[in-house]
């Protein structure tokens, strides 16, 4: 079975643009989370679809959104970079037990 | 608020020394603790759930076990190929609760 897959794995942009990440989750995986990653706070939880509907949201500002498609796969969008989103961006698929599967990342760089 | 905390944030160890890592966690109705392995630059990689107190998984080098408050991640003569960044994460309600993880550098 292929795993997630992630792209782009590297993006760097300028503050204030908008950025859209993609994910594809493994076949038959119906839930997809995506996280946000640095150095000073670690993995925090951006949100969570499930057949298409946000099932679970953290605590990030509306800057973040998020959808999923009918295939399962789904996108996340920033708008209006700030440096500070800045960070390894991951995408993790699992079926309804929340074992969850985790892609390679995209890398933002915000400039 | 549920909380997850690793320690020690980072650990030496020279090969083959085995020793344990530690993920304590205040949650309402923990409903699974998740223990994954991250090589830089990478994703995680999941590699045990544990559901109930007393539970132990074994793979490898490492066991994970569970008792009411925390998890601990034993590692058994570790290799230099073990070194990684170690996450546990609590599931309760909807959502993971990442822990900030365990740096291990295992030198030969």
């Known amino acids: 079975k292929a795993g997630v897959t992630q792209t782009p794995r590297y993006l760097i942009k300028t503050r204030g643009q908008q950025v859209t990440l993609s994910c594809s989750p493994i076949s038959g995986h119906r839930s997809v989370s995506w996280y946000q990653q640095t150095p000073g706070q670690g993995l925090q939880f951006l949100f969570e679809?499930?057949?298409?509907?946000?099932?679970n949201k953290g605590n990030f500002p509306g800057r973040f959104s998020g959808r999923q498609f009918s295939n399962s796969r789904s996108e996340m969008n920033v708008s209006t970079l700030e440096l500070g989103d800045s960070a390894l961006y991951l995408c993790a698929s699992s079926q309804d037990t929340y074992e969850q599967y985790f892609g390679p990342g995209t890398r933002l760089t915000v400039t | 608020e549920d909380q997850v905390t690793q320690s020690p944030e980072a650990l030496r160890l020279q090969e083959g020394e085995s020793s344990s890592l530690n993920c304590s966690y205040t949650?309402?109705?923990?409903?699974?603790l998740f223990w994954y392995r991250q090589d830089p630059g990478k994703g995680p990689e999941f590699l045990f759930t544990l559901y109930s107190a007393g539970e132990e998984k074994e793979k490898e080098r490492l066991k994970a076990t569970l008792t009411k408050k925390e998890s601990f991640l034993h590692i058994t003569a570790p290799k230099p190929e073990d070194s990684a960044t170690y996450l546990c994460a609590a599931h309760a309600g909807n959502m993971l609760t990442f822990g900030g993880g365990t740096r291990l550098m295992v030198k030969p």
């Open positions: 679809y499930f057949s298409e509907t946000q099932r």
């Open positions: 949650v309402s109705g923990l409903r699974g």
